[in-house]
């Protein structure tokens, strides 16, 4: 420490001697808000001077500089200086007043030791939602500045924010700091934000980390700001030295010309103080004790990563007033069950066809519930804690790669399906300006370039203008190799043979790219569909499964299947999706993909970085898959995790932010069902107070209300309806035969005027296709076409295809047979996409599509389809037919007092069940016990 207190005191005699108070260094504290960087201000300073928050609390620069007296001006966009009250400083993020609106800096004075070696800069958050863009003047201007970061290390705005300050005021002004505010730190989020920075600064970065609630930490922070002032102190005064001894023989040059000796002494005196100053100067400087090293040192040897957490099982309770829906439904399935296989019931063999189908059906019933968020907003460990035990792998870093799904099972298994065809995209767009797509070219190379990893590829394509072509993977290599120097800040070799374009990669404008010969994507097949099955109670597939989940693997999953005997996961499903804000962009179409298929929606929230510009454009996302359904009420929760972060005046705050600007800014079209404030941590480790178990309960009530209620009631009475049909059935008379056939005869025209009607369209459709790239898009769905002002642009666009003619096709069929074949023992033929999508294919492998020959084939294969779909109805029809004419001929007969006995018990509990769903009465107050089985 005498070491320190020497070089900095030196450093003070030179400020003293050669500098003034204007240029003192200016350190400026840039990044995401509630990251800590005023909180840091106030524990440097040592008092409460800049406003602490929650919600974004600077909402203009706000500079610190030394006086004797304390005192708060603030300067206006009319260029007039404004004296502040302390009460009104405060309240200048929270009121939308007009001077609010007008303060452009605020300057604080205050006396601290601190200030004499240098001013501070507190900045406002850059990605809160009502913050402005671009960069505070105050940042350009700064000699240093302190980035400091969230916990999970750097997103998506980050990058964007560093690539402006680089440009702004370069790389070496500036050094990155982790702030670990949320607890347990386990230092992968370090590793990881060296390697993002490092692509941002195109250079290895040094990322420290502190902890501004940590007063060894906090002093450790502010030798490292006072030694990067030092440094600028140094540099500027060696700056003037070097101006003034170059003054000094113009001065002894002037002294010698003079007549008089007073002029004589007057002018040498000047030159002889001005060469005192340089040889005092820089002797100062040439004493000065090598410090910044052991600075360095000792602000990284003070934060360690914590250790994992201890296995644990945790049992909490689901609360909630609404009947449970895997309750319900398995009373459903046992009643279903045991009319199925009542001996007195067996002659009915459709009713029991149909007992058995709809038993099928509720076993297919499932609910999906998707959690969409930011990365490392604790996604996965409130997953965790649903299961009652740390399963899945959660990280400060992003880790989850793909989508998860848990799904209720006896066993804890993992099933791991991969795709036996990956499209790896060159480049994503963004302000028509084309970016690399890094993270998936680098596992393209490694998959190419390891021998056992290339042994499994069976085919690689290259995509350009929608043309497809077959290349090696050799010639893929070398195709990488110059697509990264196409993006390449530094295409050079280095004396050594590096190649920086490996790494370093910049923006270049889209029409650039698209005018150029570079692949717009890579196609790789493999020759079959793998998956593997992991048992997670077994230490080494849980570790195989995290690497297959976090490395290169990665890319080629299509899903993860966690089965696990977790009590909600009776209820529905649950997908974890990747972070929507991470660096890698791939995350964005992963989730986005599984949206307009959820029941309910968690989007997450970090509290101590509450709703940013990427929150809203994640919360815009959802919202539009909200609105692409029918009933999209109550079905979106908001959960702020780490609340236990929060005190309960923080708590009230954030739940008041969220809703003006989140509810009242939609005018009631996005109303949260609640606004839930949990800690994912706490509730894993059985400390959060049951907050975990009130929003389970809310959530199954929100399920059972949206649609478990309905489906379950529309099951039992179909049931019920079968079943009072076999007392009838048996009493009913022969006409009723004659007017079901003649109903059967009306649908089935009815479906094949329908299918005729449908087909006619499509063949049309298909008639219009004349190039390959309309063929392209008849198979894959969408098509590029040219757009902007030279048509240089491509856009991909929506196209008719081969799905949706099968799918309009099929629907009408499957209606049919649901009405009419509902236990499934019949299968009607349905158009055959699959035999579509090979002809397809073939057809794009030929390199000389001939268009009207390709139409033809098509059309072909639809009368061939039709053709088979018509014998299968006429068949059917016939079939029909004869039973009606059998049961004419039996007749009917009185029902024996078994028959009726049976029916009428299994009738009656179904009647007590569907009074049950439709007339709750207090459901599932108590709870039952979920958690690890």
Same mark, same amino acid.
């Given at each position: ?717 179909? +049931?019920?309806?079968? =079943?009072?049909? *076999? /007392?009838? %059935?048996? #009493?009913?008379? &022969?006409?009723?035969?004659?007017? @079901? ?112 020959? +390709?139409?033809?084939? =098509?059309?072909? *294969? /639809?009368? %061939?389809? #039709?053709?088979? &779909?018509?014998?299968?109805?006429? @068949? ?58």
């Amino acid at each position: 420490m005498s070491k320190f207190k020497d070089y900095f005191s030196r450093v003070d005699r030179l400020t003293s001697m050669y500098l003034s108070t204007g240029e003192l260094p200016v350190v400026a504290l840039a990044g995401p808000y509630n990251t800590g960087k005023s909180t840091m201000v106030n524990s440097l300073l040592g008092q409460q001077v800049s406003p602490v928050d929650v919600l974004p609390a600077t909402s203009v620069p706000v500079i610190f500089s030394r006086d004797e007296l304390f005192s708060i001006t603030a300067r206006l966009a009319d260029g007039r200086i404004k004296v502040l009250s302390s009460t009104e400083f405060e309240s200048l993020p929270k009121v939308k007043e007009a001077l609010a609106r007008r303060v452009l800096e605020v300057e604080v004075s205050l006396n601290h030791e601190l200030l004499r070696r240098m001013r501070l800069v507190d900045t406002p958050g850059f990605d809160a939602a009502t913050g402005t863009d671009g960069l505070p003047d105050q940042l350009a201007k700064a000699d240093h500045i302190v980035y400091m970061l969230h916990q999970r290390g750097p997103g998506e705005a980050d990058r964007k924010f560093i690539g402006q300050l680089l440009e702004s005021a370069g790389v070496e002004k500036l050094s990155f700091w982790i702030n670990r505010n949320l607890g347990h730190y386990d230092g992968t989020s370090l590793t990881e934000s060296r390697r993002v920075l490092r692509e941002i600064c195109a250079r290895e970065i040094q990322v420290h980390v502190t902890d501004t609630m940590n007063p060894e930490a906090v002093r450790r922070f502010r030798l490292f700001i006072q030694d990067r002032a030092a440094d600028v102190v140094i540099k500027s005064v060696t700056r003037q030295l070097k101006e003034l001894d170059r003054q000094i023989p113009g001065l002894t040059s002037a002294s010698l010309q003079e007549n008089n000796d007073t002029s004589f002494l007057l002018h040498f005196w000047d030159a002889s103080q001005a060469a005192s100053k340089v040889i005092q100067g820089r002797n100062i400087i040439k004493t000065l004790p090598l410090v910044s090293k052991q600075i360095g040192a000792s602000v990284d040897e003070l934060i360690r990563p914590a250790k994992g957490l201890p296995h644990m099982s945790v049992v909490s309770l689901t609360r909630g007033t609404a009947p449970d829906p895997a309750l319900v439904k398995g009373r459903i399935k046992s009643v279903l069950t045991r009319a199925a296989d009542d001996p007195v019931l067996q002659s009915a063999h459709e009713t029991m066809a149909l007992m058995r189908a709809l038993t099928r059906e509720l076993d297919r019933e499932q609910y999906l519930v998707t959690a969409a968020g930011g990365f490392s907003t604790g996604k996965t460990t409130f997953f965790n804690a649903l299961l009652g035990e740390a399963l899945l792998p959660a990280e400060n870093r992003p880790t989850t790669f793909t989508v998860t799904r848990l799904r209720y099972g006896d066993r804890k298994k993992a099933m791991v399906r991969f795709a036996n065809q990956v499209t790896i995209p060159t480049h994503y767009v963004e302000k028509k300006q084309a970016i690399i797509c890094r993270h998936e070219l680098e596992v393209l190379e490694r998959w190419l370039t390891s021998p056992k990893l290339r042994s499994g590829i069976s085919a690689l394509e290259k995509v350009k203008k929608g043309r497809n072509a077959r290349i090696s993977p050799d010639e893929l290599c070398l195709e990488i190799e110059t697509l990264k120097e196409t993006f390449a800040r530094v295409r050079h070799r280095s004396k050594k043979g590096r190649r920086p374009w490996k790494s370093l990669f910049k923006r270049i404008p889209l029409s650039s790219f698209n005018g150029s010969e570079r692949a717009d994507y890579y196609v790789v097949h493999f020759p079959h569909q793998e998956s593997i099955e992991l048992d997670l109670t077994n230490e080494t597939d849980i570790k195989t499964l995290e690497q297959t989940a976090g490395s290169y693997h990665a890319l080629r999953v299509e899903e993860i299947v966690i089965s696990h005997p977790a009590d909600i996961l009776r209820t529905a499903d649950f997908l974890d999706t990747p972070g929507l804000d991470s660096v890698y962009h791939r995350h964005r179409e992963i989730t986005t993909r599984y949206l307009p298929d959820s029941d309910c929606f968690l989007f997450f929230l970090n509290s101590k970085h509450i709703l940013t510009r990427p929150d809203l454009s994640t919360y815009n996302i959802i919202s539009g898959a909200l609105s692409r359904v029918g009933n999209s009420t109550g079905k979106l929760f908001v959960i702020v995790n780490f609340a236990d972060t929060l005190n309960e005046r923080e708590k009230e705050r954030v739940r008041n932010y969220l809703h003006a600007n989140l509810v009242r800014p939609s005018r009631g079209t996005r109303n949260p069902v609640k606004i839930y404030l949990v800690s994912a941590l706490d509730a894993l480790t059985g400390k959060d107070g049951h907050a975990l178990s009130h929003l389970t309960g809310d959530l199954k009530e929100r399920i059972w209300l949206s649609r478990c209620a309905d489906n379950y009631a529309g099951i039992i009475r179909r +049931a019920g309806t079968a =079943l009072a049909g *076999l /007392l009838e %059935e048996k #009493t009913s008379s &022969i006409p009723s035969y004659t007017e @079901q056939n003649e109903q059967f005869r009306q649908d089935q025209e009815q479906v094949l005027q329908t299918t005729a009607k449908v087909l006619a369209d499509w063949q049309n459709k298909i008639e219009s296709l004349d190039s390959p790239a309309d063929f392209l898009g008849f198979r894959d769905g969408k098509k590029l076409v040219r757009k902007g002002f030279l048509g240089l642009a491509r856009k991909a666009v929506p196209y008719p295809s081969y799905r949706d003619l099968a799918t309009e096709i099929n629907t009408t069929l499957k209606s049919f047979q649901s009405k009419w074949y509902p236990g499934a023992d019949i299968t009607i033929s349905k158009l055959n996409a699959e035999v579509l999508k090979d002809i397809l294919d073939r057809m794009l492998e030929d390199k000389t599509l001939n268009p009207g020959e +390709a139409r033809s084939n =098509l059309l072909t *294969l /639809l009368d %061939e389809e #039709t053709l088979n &779909i018509r014998e299968t109805l006429q @068949q059917l029809a016939q079939k029909h037919e004869k039973e009606a004419q059998a049961a004419i001929k039996k007749g009917a007969t009185n029902p024996s007092k078994s028959l009726i006995a049976a029916v009428t018990q299994y009738t009656r509990e179904l009647e007590n069940l569907e009074s049950e769903i439709t007339t709750p009465t207090g459901g599932n107050a108590n709870g039952k016990c979920q958690g690890a089985g």
